[in-house]
Nanobody
Framework: QLQLVESGGGLVQPGGSLRLSCAAA?????????IGWFRQAPGKEREEVSC????????HYADSVQGRFTTSRDNAKNTVYLQMNSLKPEDTAVYYC???????????????WGPGTQVTVSS
């Protein structure tokens, strides 16, 4: 089963930036999978942030992050990225990446999940 690990979370002030990475264990190749980013804040349901197709040609963003977040991938490095700019306190959550064949918006459709990385936006 595909194994994913997120990294790059941390504490940042409002208006700041972070870049998250989602990497696969070396024996797995991400090039065959679309990758979704999700987040879950305390007491809230897990919600989609974005999803990028396996080729990187098709990317979907949630309305709440459109224009602030950018998803990209480097299949040669077996890594998918989430660049987060103009961060707001309401972006505070645990961020997860997950794999799927073709992007959907429901977390129930995704197969393999990373353990998550905490992002805290606070002054």
């Amino acid at each position: 089963q595909l194994q994913l690990v997120e990294s790059g979370g941390g504490l940042v002030q409002p208006g700041g930036s972070l870049r998250l990475s989602c990497a696969a264990a070396s024996e797995f190749s991400l090039r065959y999978y679309a990758i979704g980013w999700f987040r879950q804040a305390p007491g809230k349901e897990r919600e989609e942030v974005s999803c990028i197709s396996n080729s990187g040609e098709n990317i979907h963003y949630a309305d709440s992050v459109q224009g602030r977040f950018t998803t990209s991938r480097d299949n040669a490095k077996n890594t998918v990225y989430l660049q987060m700019n103009s961060l707001k306190p309401e972006d505070t959550a645990v961020y997860y990446c997950a794999s799927i064949v073709i992007c959907t918006t429901s977390p129930l459709d995704f197969d393999s999940w990373g353990p998550g990385t905490q992002v805290t936006v606070s002054s």
